[in-house]
């Protein structure tokens, strides 16, 4: 049946894609690597998913608020447009993988759920969709990155998966069921990928996992870096999501002996109480999660940590709650990420005794995030004055600024005439906010001198 489909002429028009991202980088990427697939066969890109022929949703299970958004999205979508026509409807990503069935009885017009451990067989579950709706969300042992198209990426700043799933069971987390067990690429295919991305100009490479400092997959993750920061043109790498238990030795010390590795290390701690954090089946405390700091700093003392928290999580008390702002102080953040923690089906904290009221989550998140917000503001204030450089990423609110990332992250506002985006400039940090810095460019004073 396929077979015939696939005999068809291709139509005198390309089909045109649109795919909507929503939650993490890991997401981004898969995203990216969809638009990939479905040029290779043949579509074209939209912008938005008013025209599109096809709108992909690739979702995100993380939070009940973030899960929802697929819902509303597919209401808005299925409603037909002046020609009557409405577009087929992808529901991929780990919403799609954790509730196919789900997905299927409530919204009866989406025409294909893909998981995020699938999404290659894409091309062939649209042409499948023609007679029925299409779902793939096995989790197959055989990897998908092998049997993705070359990438296309355009651009200074890329996003590399190296690593996917997690076996770590944290609790109140659905990434274990969604992303499947702990995996790693080749090291042989992240060179060749890391190699396509810098001949297509990238000058930054950020590693992404969910566990991306568990990557083995023929050295560790120090020996990934290292062999990556071999590749002239790269000039930059970052990686993320760190666990606190996989911060090894080769990893601390590869922040200081290779010198493209950036100092910003992303070590969700999600509680500062240890007595929380068994609970939540972390495998570190809050004196262990302290100690690694003092390790990475001792080699590594201008690094910018940033992090994330959960408030609320099930029988957290003022008292539990006071350590996560202590640890706040501590820890000394440059940045930090706050939830709300949110019952996920399936997950052990879901169905813990003592979930904790809403309005008690709402009022411990004001707390942390200006704790967090202050922390932000004084690292940014101790970083000017620093000569370093910049990697233009957009441009500014007013005419002529460029805002541009520091080697901690931050984002920093700048005017350089003839400047352009993708650009690593020398700068020197001038002032700072709580949200960015500005700065000056060096190399306009020198040759204005
Ligand atoms: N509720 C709230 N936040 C969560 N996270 C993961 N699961 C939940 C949940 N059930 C947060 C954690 C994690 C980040 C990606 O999302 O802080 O590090
Ligand atoms: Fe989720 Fe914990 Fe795995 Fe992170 S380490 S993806 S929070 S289960």
Redesign the pocket.
Same mark, same amino acid.
């Given at each position: 049946m396929t077979d015939t489909v696939l005999l068809e002429s291709p139509s005198p028009v390309s089909r045109r894609y649109h795919v909507k991202s929503f939650g993490?980088q890991m997401n981004v990427y898969d995203s990216e690597r969809m638009g990939d697939l479905l040029e290779a066969d043949g579509m074209v890109v939209s912008d938005s998913s008013d025209d599109a022929d096809v709108v992909v949703l690739n979702t995100c299970h /993380?939070?009940e608020r973030a899960a929802e958004k697929l819902y509303s999205d597919i209401g808005r979508l299925r409603r037909p447009r002046a020609d009557g026509s409405r577009p087929t409807i992808v529901a991929a990503g780990c919403v799609a993988q954790a509730e196919g069935a789900e997905i299927a009885r409530r919204a009866p017009d989406v025409d294909v759920i893909v998981g995020p451990l699938a999404y290659h067989r894409l091309p062939q579950l649209l042409r499948d969709a023609r007679t029925a709706r299409a779902i793939d969300t096995e989790m197959p042992d055989a990897p998908k990155f092998a049997a993705l198209p070359p990438r296309r990426h355009q651009g200074a700043a890329a996003f590399l998966t190296v690593q996917e799933g997690c076996d770590k069971f944290?609790t109140?987390?659905?990434?274990p069921y969604t992303r499947g067990q702990e995996t790693s690429r080749p090291l042989a295919d992240l060179l060749a990928e890391a190699e396509a991305l810098v001949a297509a100009g990238a000058v930054e490479i950020t590693l992404i996992g969910q566990n991306v400092n568990a990557y083995h997959g023929g050295t560790s993750l120090a020996g990934l870096i290292a062999r990556l920061a071999d590749i002239d043109g790269l000039k930059r790498i970052r990686y993320t999501?760190s666990h606190p238990r996989d911060m090894s030795d080769d990893l601390i010390a590869a922040h200081t002996e290779i010198p493209k590795l950036m100092p910003y290390l992303h070590l969700?701690v999600?509680s500062g109480s240890s007595r929380i954090l068994k609970a939540m089946n972390r495998a570190h405390t809050r004196g262990s999660y302290l100690e690694t700091l003092d390790r990475v700093r001792a080699v590594r003392p201008d690094i910018a940590l940033s992090g994330?928290? /959960?408030v609320g999580f099930p029988g957290e008390t003022e008292a539990d709650f006071a350590d996560t702002l202590s640890i706040v102080a501590e820890a000394r953040y440059a940045a930090a990420?706050s939830?709300?923690?949110?019952?996920?089906p399936g997950?052990p904290?879901g169905t813990m005794a003592d979930q904790v009221p809403e309005a008690v989550k709402d009022e411990r998140l004001a707390r942390l995030q200006a704790a967090i917000a202050a922390g932000s503001h004084a690292f940014n204030q101790d970083t000017v004055g620093r000569r370093t450089e910049i990697l233009l990423e957009r441009q500014g609110r007013k005419p002529g600024q460029l805002i541009g990332k520091t080697p901690w992250l931050q984002s920093a506002v700048v005017s350089v005439p003839g400047a352009r985006i993708g650009d690593l400039i020398a700068v020197e940090i001038t002032a700072a906010g709580p949200n960015s810095v500005d700065a000056t460019p060096l190399q306009q004073e020198r040759s204005a001198a």
């Open positions: 993490c /993380i939070r944290c109140f987390c659905v990434v999501t969700p999600q994330d928290f /959960i990420f939830f709300k923690y949110s019952v996920r997950t904290a």
